[in-house]
């Protein structure tokens, strides 16, 4: 990775792409004035183009940037991202920063709207979750001129630093202890794909490391909203149901295998024998289950700290920095539920 340039855009900087004015660039972001229709679209769509935030509070603070860090994550419902916030706070806590948290529910577009608000009040970083964008949120995220730190996943190319997990990693590692476990007969049950970009490399993951063994997955399903114990038992009922011969579901999250769980114990299935099960996360509320789910802790606690940590270390600097790449390794718990060879 290079170092980009930190200079924000300015009014100049849109005037110059659109052709106009520096008046008429302020007139149409503001919506105030007369401006023709096809001024005010040339005016948007260069805006668009180069990534260029109004400044909300431009005049009213010298140094025109506020103490808030931008945090945006698709969901505060998902169990994941509250720890993440968590490590985030805490070592926010420690300095003169808050942060300001945003959810997109996993929507581009939704994610692009968030963004604009939350750089229009110049914030003095951003933290978000992923590394995939709508070409407009990159723009935004490279022209802000304050560190950005993308967290959870490292499969990509990111904007500047980033913290997290190899996703297609941690799949593959999943599987290879599967398949060292003796099991041969394997489901994969989550999320859909479309939205949840690190489930679906997991799941690459891991279907291309059972495939160079020779052993391809049996059966799948795939559903939207929320994750949910009830949701977790529903799909492992029906995917028996279709295939009675599997010996082991592999789950995008804890909390659908937890649900299998509890469903396959009432039906006396002897765990890990017969039918092995693992999930994905580490959520430490599900320890109190009858038997412990297999996992493999996704390091939510630490990416919020080491995100945090970039963001105050280069908040606080006069002279610009080389972005990070921090990469953090899983590891897997085996539980009750997969055996161990």
Sequence with gaps: MTKH????????????????????????????????DATRERVLEAAKTLGYVPNKIAGALASQRVNLVAVIIPSMSNMVFPEVMTGISQILDETGLQPVVGVTGYMPEKEEQVLYEMLSWRPSGVIIAGLEHSDASRAMLRAAGIPVVEIMDVDGTPVDSVVGISHRRAGQQMAQAILKAGYEHIAFLGTKMLLDHRARKRFEGFTETLAKAGVEIEDSDFYSGGSALAKGREMTRDVLNRSPDLDFIYYSNDLI????????????????????LAGFNGVNLLRGLPQELATMDSCRLEIGRRAAEIIVERSG????????????????????????R
Excluded: C, F, H, W
């Design 317 to 340: 600097s006069e002279t610009p920095q080389d972005p990070k790449r921090i990469v953090l390794e899983p590891k897997i718990t085996y539980g009750d539920t997969l055996r161990v």
């Design 5 to 36: 340039d930190n200079r924000p855009l300015t009014l100049r900087d849109v005037s110059e792409a659109s052709g106009v004015s520096e008046m008429t660039v302020s007139r149409v972001l503001r919506n105030r004035g007369d401006v023709s």
């Design 257 to 276: 295998g937890a649900g299998g769980l509890l469903y396959l114990m009432e039906q006396g299935v002897d765990i890990p024998n017969a039918m092995g």
